[in-house]
């Protein structure tokens, strides 16, 4: 029931983009983004709540693909404050993805 | 605006005891959620709470258990810990109903260790 993440983690150089994927085995009704970084509460980034959405805010922007039950989180020109680890959620079933843990470095 | 608290921070607690974890919701949120995050671990659904009522649980054993006050704020209790309940205890508040509509906004956790 809970959705997967890919890839599980990820390094890049800050200026670097990447690509978090969320995917369910269950219709997803709307997708939430969150990060959380170490040793804090996650923080809401996002929420897409019909196919073929896209929202974005600064660099960070995610799409959701309803009919593959599948979204994404697009980091462009990562910031070294990126990293942290970044969940997906299904706000209908109450599930969060298994995470994906970023580190940009300089 | 307050965020959602939480308390005590940190509680260590011996195996076969109880715990009680409390949460306050942002003003104006009737929804409460509970997860709980074991070390390296994604978030496990706990519970949900909405207008004073239990919505939704997560698969947990009925040793987790809670309630919903009248002024939305929410409480979790454990019963006869376990040393595999030692995590993170987050709670999560967002405006109401069933609708999908809203983000969560997290408490900082209740790091729970059991001895």
């Known amino acids: 029931q809970q959705p997967v993440q890919s890839p599980q983690a990820v390094i890049l150089r800050e200026g670097e983009d990447a690509v978090i994927n969320c995917s369910s085995s269950?219709?997803?009704?709307?997708v939430h983004w969150y990060r959380q970084k170490h040793g804090e509460a996650p923080v809401f980034l996002m929420i897409?709540?019909?196919?073929?959405e896209q929202k974005g805010h600064d660099k960070i922007s995610a799409s959701f693909n309803e009919k593959k039950q599948q979204s994404s989180l697009y980091l462009t020109a990562s910031q070294l404050s990126y990293s942290g680890t970044y969940f997906c959620?299904?706000?209908?079933?109450?599930?969060f993805g298994t995470g994906t843990s970023l580190t940009v470095i300089p | 605006e307050a965020g959602v608290t939480q308390s005590p921070t940190h509680l260590i607690k011996t195996r076969g005891q109880q715990a009680t974890l409390r949460c306050s919701p942002i003003?104006?949120?009737?929804?409460v959620y509970w997860y709980q995050q074991a070390l390296g671990l994604g978030l496990q659904f706990l519970l949900w709470?909405?207008?004073?009522?239990?919505?939704n649980r997560g698969n947990f054993p009925p040793r987790f258990s809670g309630r919903q006050f009248p002024n939305y704020s929410s409480e979790l209790n454990v019963n006869a810990l376990e040393l595999e309940d030692s995590a993170l205890y987050l709670c999560?508040?967002?405006?109401?109903?069933?609708?999908?509509?809203?983000?969560?906004?997290f408490g900082s956790g209740t790091r729970l260790t059991v001895v």
């Open positions: 999560a508040s967002s405006l109401g109903g069933t609708g999908a509509n809203y983000g969560y906004t």
């Open positions: 269950k219709a997803l009704y709307s």
């Open positions: 897409l709540l019909k196919g073929g």
């Open positions: 959620g299904t706000r209908s079933q109450f599930y």
């Open positions: 003003s104006g949120h009737t929804s």
């Open positions: 709470y909405d207008e004073g009522e239990e919505r």
